[in-house]
T-cell receptor, first 116, second 115 residues
Framework: AQSVAQPEDQVNVAEGNPLTVKCTYSVSGNPYLFWYVQYPNRGLQFLLKYITGDNLVKGSYGFEAEFNKSQTSFHLKKPSALVSDSALYFCAVRDKGSGNTGKLIFGQGTTLQVKP | EAGVTQFPSHSVIEKGQTVTLRCDPISGHDNLYWYRRVMGKEIKFLLHFVKESKQDESGMPNNRFLAERTGGTYSTLKVQPAELEDSGVYFC?????????????FGEGSRLTVL
């Protein structure tokens, strides 16, 4: 069965330090992978995606993610965290069983807390 | 350009009552999705419209849930009668992406509390 796992409910980092939010997936074949962010009282917002090509994907707000096929991971990273990065982050994979649609399978979310 | 809007932002009802959630997608977006997040768990797919047609409703929990998208514009999701386990945040998302790569625009969600 297809699935996405975010092993950490919460990640705490100090402002200016690098951050990593972990995501692993289980899907056959080549996955379409996504990161979305939800700021307080806002809707989910697309950050970045991996479909094919370079394993290091760059997205909005200085975030990047590295696709690692052998480890079936797609960790979200940022070299220097900002307090304004504090939010809820969701990793997702496109459901391959649904054909060519935007149907996504989400992880349970990771709360990122960046402290000054 | 207006984003995806959802109404109401929060609804509190008693078990057995009916609630209707509304979603206005971004103008011109043919694809409209409903998702739900229950009790802080993962966000789960409910259904997908392409214009006014239901493309995939495999995620709808049971027949107490009814989604419509008349005219291919806004969509409603009705829960009748509501049960305690229906509490959660209901997200609507839309996309114009004809390749359906999964880049969706989400609304702020409608929080449903069933007492």
């Amino acid at each position: 069965a297809q699935s996405v796992a975010q092993p950490e409910d919460q990640v705490n980092v100090a402002e200016g330090n690098p951050l990593t939010v972990k995501c692993t997936y289980s899907v056959s074949g080549n996955p379409y992978l996504f990161w979305y962010v939800q700021y307080p009282n806002r809707g989910l917002q697309f950050l970045l995606k991996y479909i094919t090509g370079d394993n290091l994907v760059k997205g909005s707000y200085g975030f990047e993610a590295e696709f690692n096929k052998s480890q079936t991971s797609f960790h979200l990273k940022k070299p220097s965290a900002l307090v304004s990065d504090s939010a809820l982050y969701f990793c997702a994979v496109r459901d391959k069983g649904s054909g060519n649609t935007g149907k996504l399978i989400f992880g349970q979310g990771t709360t990122l807390q960046v402290k000054p | 350009e207006a984003g995806v809007t959802q109404f109401p932002s929060h609804s509190v009802i008693e078990k057995g009552q009916t609630v209707t959630l509304r979603c206005d997608p971004i103008s011109g977006h043919d694809n409209l999705y409903w998702y739900r997040r229950v009790m802080g768990k993962e966000i789960k797919f409910l259904l997908h419209f392409v214009k006014e047609s239901k493309q995939d409703e495999s995620g709808m929990p049971n027949n107490r849930f009814l989604a419509e998208r008349t005219g291919g514009t806004y969509s409603t999701l009705k829960v009748q009668p509501a049960e305690l386990e229906d509490s959660g945040v209901y997200f609507c998302a839309s996309s114009f992406d004809r390749r359906n790569t999964g880049e969706l625009f989400f609304g702020e969600g409608s929080r449903l509390t069933v007492l």
